[in-house]
């Protein structure tokens, strides 16, 4: 079964505007993480963001915020003030079962100058 | 501080023959995870070592495929009688002891089987 669901194959969004980036997930745990991560071509997977079940805030780190929202199981990564360096592909993951990451099927994002 | 190192970072080998891929961790993380990713795709979990200890094995894992990680440290891939779909690139990560989630990737092996 799909674990965590990324709908949008490619985004586009003009340099120094902010965009989201879809991620919905599905766990029946109670405890579990998620976390975004961004590949650009060089193929190393950088980490961005990361926020627990429990975690009442959103979690923030610099231009990167994950909208979380537990009830509907998603958990959206926003980009504020986007740079030409942020155009790569970017990968939600879940967390579970202690020790068992799954990654979405991943967002390719490119910036325009 | 260094990071995750991998070795070698391309490999083009041909079907049949058998391929060693390395993975040096960041030296205090006693977790460590091998990947697949293939094109267009997000990584696949293979492989899982806490310490020295395989805990877990994904099914996509084949007999053909073994790894190891002998004192803890480094850890070795290994798959035997290459097929050409094992071409994909194999990512090794590791994280810190308990408490802390977050995996830390190296830069990649990339295998091409002709």
């Known amino acids: 079964a799909q674990k965590i669901t990324q709908t949008q194959p490619g985004m586009f969004v003009q340099e120094k505007e902010a965009v989201t980036l879809d991620c919905t997930y599905d766990?029946?745990?109670?405890?579990?993480?998620l976390f975004w991560y961004k590949q650009p071509s060089s193929g190393e997977m950088i980490f961005l963001i990361y926020?627990?079940?429990?975690?009442?805030q959103n979690a923030t780190e610099g231009r990167y915020s994950l909208n979380f929202q537990k009830a509907r199981k998603s958990a959206n990564l926003v980009i504020s003030a986007s740079q030409l360096g942020d155009s790569a592909m970017y990968f939600c993951a879940i967390w579970r079962n202690f020790n068992k990451f799954y990654f979405g099927s991943g967002t390719k994002l490119n910036v325009k100058p | 501080d260094t990071g995750v190192s991998q070795d070698p970072r391309h490999k083009i080998t041909k079907r049949g023959q058998n391929v060693t891929f390395r993975c040096d961790p960041i030296s205090e993380h006693n977790r460590l995870y091998w990947y697949r990713q293939t094109l267009g795709q997000g990584p696949e979990f293979l492989t899982y070592f806490q310490n020295e200890a395989q805990l877990e094995k994904s099914r996509l894992l084949s007999d053909r495929f073994s790894a190891e990680r002998p004192k803890g440290s480094f850890s070795t891939l290994e798959i035997q009688r290459t097929e050409q779909g094992d071409s994909a690139m194999y990512l090794c990560?590791?994280?810190?002891?308990?408490?802390?989630?977050?995996?830390?990737f190296g830069p990649g092996t990339r295998l091409l089987v002709l």
């Open positions: 926020q627990g079940s429990y975690d009442e």
């Open positions: 766990t029946s745990d109670q405890s579990y993480g």
């Open positions: 990560a590791s994280s810190p002891p308990a408490g802390l989630e977050t995996q830390y």
